[in-house]
């Protein structure tokens, strides 16, 4: 038999306990920082649907599912997102979940698509999502949970510095720009969908593409010229004082400035998203450091994708911010944390005849609290302490058959110092 391939399947990872630390740290934070606002976690199969994620817009998830035809002959897929499922959950309680609600999730997504930096066929990101909340505020909120987080895993948020920024804008400015010249409904979705791809392909391209859907070449430029302002002032010369995207955006940097993260906000009308349920204020967090610099996590707010899928409009807006760009980010400018392995102690016994003594010892300190490992692996003594050191463990408990004849087990600090003294095996449950 020939060996198997040892390589995980393309597009996706394995994690060893070095990974997993990592994994457990980051996660770590945003569930703190959700939950310190408020929001409660959830998460929905691995297995929906697949037709939860079908649009007629041609949105590019569409063409990325993992999907197929189960033994019941069901169309499913691999979840590429979370947001349809939670869009599903919310419909299915119907009256009897008491709006709003603030969840959020950490669920492994799979698509498949071209890998490169940054990004893989499958990803975990963090999901937190507004439920019920029609104002800005709600949005104001989530990119504070979002700074949070880069905050606290080390990143700079320092005005003009900030090794990240919000790139904000709201499909309303567009939407009632393009209703001006017709363009609405579908076919509105549908030039969303496009024009998210600038910056992959050339403007010229870009007019091509609109042509085939129905927007002639005029039409495309006006497009175009209305994607490059920046600012709210710009923006406030290019559409009426009443435009609803604009009176949003006002407001969104007002909640922003009462929580301390408006420095961080660039008014980008070229930001658009390239998923077609987006409907109002739609933004990215884009790496200003480095040589990765692109999203490394999204949000909009969707009031309309549970009326999309056969129920009622209910506002909601969240964002998804993935662990992959992150931890390039973090690798580039040298701040992904030392992480040990969180042993607290290890119990050595020199010899077999003293395993059943190290077992005893090793259940006395786990009973306090105590993260507790037994070598077993009879090495060399100065081997013992060396790995047991690299482990990050405080103290070592070593166990001789002298000493145990004695009734004791000599106990090391470990570190610089590695002070030593004997206590009595009684007084560890031995």
């Known amino acids: 038999m020939s060996q198997i391939d040892l390589e995980p399947v393309k597009g996706t990872r394995d994690f060893y306990p070095d990974d997993m630390r990592f994994r457990t740290w980051l996660f770590g934070h945003m569930r703190d920082i959700a939950r310190s606002m408020g929001y409660e976690e959830y998460d929905a199969c691995v297995l929906e649907h697949a037709d939860l994620y079908i649009r007629k817009a041609g949105d590019e998830i569409t063409r990325q599912?993992?999907?197929?035809?189960?033994?019941?002959?069901?169309?499913?897929?691999?979840?590429?997102?979370?947001?349809?499922?939670?869009?599903?959950?919310?419909?299915?309680?119907?009256?009897?979940?008491?709006?709003?609600?603030?969840?959020?999730?950490?669920?492994?997504?799979f698509r498949y698509e071209e890998t490169q930096r940054g990004r893989k066929r499958?990803?975990?990101?963090?999901?937190?999502?507004?439920?019920?909340?029609?104002?800005?505020?709600?949005?104001?909120?989530?990119?504070?949970?979002?700074?949070?987080?880069?905050?606290?895993?080390?990143l700079k948020l320092d005005g003009e510095q900030s090794e990240v920024v919000w790139r904000v804008s709201n499909r309303q400015v567009l939407g009632h720009f393009l209703a001006g010249m017709g363009i609405d409904g579908e076919l509105f979705a549908a030039v969303c969908v496009l024009i998210d791809k600038r910056g992959k392909i050339s403007d010229a391209e870009l007019s091509i593409e609109l042509g085939k859907i129905g927007v002639d070449e005029a039409k495309a430029a006006r497009i175009l010229a209305l994607l490059d302002v920046r600012g709210l002032d710009q923006l406030a010369t290019q559409v009426p004082t009443d435009n609803p995207g604009l009176v949003a955006l006002r407001e969104l940097m007002d909640f922003a400035a009462s929580l301390g993260i408006d420095h961080l906000i660039r008014i980008d009308l070229s930001v658009i998203r390239g998923l077609s349920y987006y409907t109002g204020t739609v933004w990215e967090v884009f790496a200003?450091?480095?040589?990765?610099?692109?999203?490394?996590?999204?949000?909009?707010?969707?009031?309309?994708?549970?009326?999309?899928?056969?129920?009622?409009?209910?506002?909601?807006?969240?964002?998804?911010?993935?662990?992959?760009?992150i931890a390039e980010v973090l690798t580039e400018l040298g701040r992904m944390p030392k992480l040990g392995r969180g042993f607290d102690d290890v119990v050595y016994p020199m010899g077999a005849k003293q395993f059943t003594v190290a077992n005893r010892i090793a259940r006395h300190l786990r009973a306090q609290g105590r993260s507790v490992t037994v070598d077993y692996s009879l090495r060399?003594?100065?081997?013992?302490?060396?790995?047991?050191?690299?482990?990050?463990?405080?103290?070592?408990?070593?166990?001789?058959?002298?000493?145990?004849?004695?009734?004791?087990?000599?106990?090391?600090?470990?570190?610089?110092?590695?002070?030593?003294?004997?206590?009595?095996?009684?007084?560890?449950?031995?």
């Not at 610099?293 to 899928?309: F, M, P, T, V």
């Not at 409009?313 to 992959?324: L, T, Y």
């Not at 081997?383 to 002298?402: T, W």
Request: hydrophobic letters at 45%; aromatic letters at 8%.
């Open 65 to 109: 599912l993992y999907d197929f035809t189960d033994k019941g002959d069901r169309h499913l897929s691999l979840r590429p997102e979370l947001t349809p499922s939670l869009a599903r959950m919310v419909m299915a309680k119907g009256a009897a979940l008491a709006l709003p609600v603030r969840w959020f999730a950490i669920p492994q997504c």
């Open 122 to 154: 499958e990803h975990f990101q963090w999901n937190m999502d507004a439920v019920g909340i029609a104002s800005v505020a709600a949005e104001a909120e989530l990119m504070s949970a979002q700074a949070e987080l880069c905050r606290r895993v080390g």
């Open 288 to 325: 200003s450091a480095g040589t990765f610099r692109r999203a490394i996590a999204g949000g909009g707010r969707y009031d309309r994708l549970c009326e999309q899928l056969g129920g009622t409009a209910i506002p909601m807006v969240g964002f998804g911010f993935g662990d992959i760009p």
């Open 380 to 430: 060399r003594f100065k081997h013992v302490v060396q790995r047991a050191e690299d482990d990050g463990a405080a103290r070592l408990f070593i166990l001789g058959g002298d000493e145990v004849a004695k009734g004791v087990c000599k106990v090391r600090l470990l570190g610089a110092e590695r002070v030593e003294n004997e206590v009595q095996l009684a007084e560890l449950g031995a």
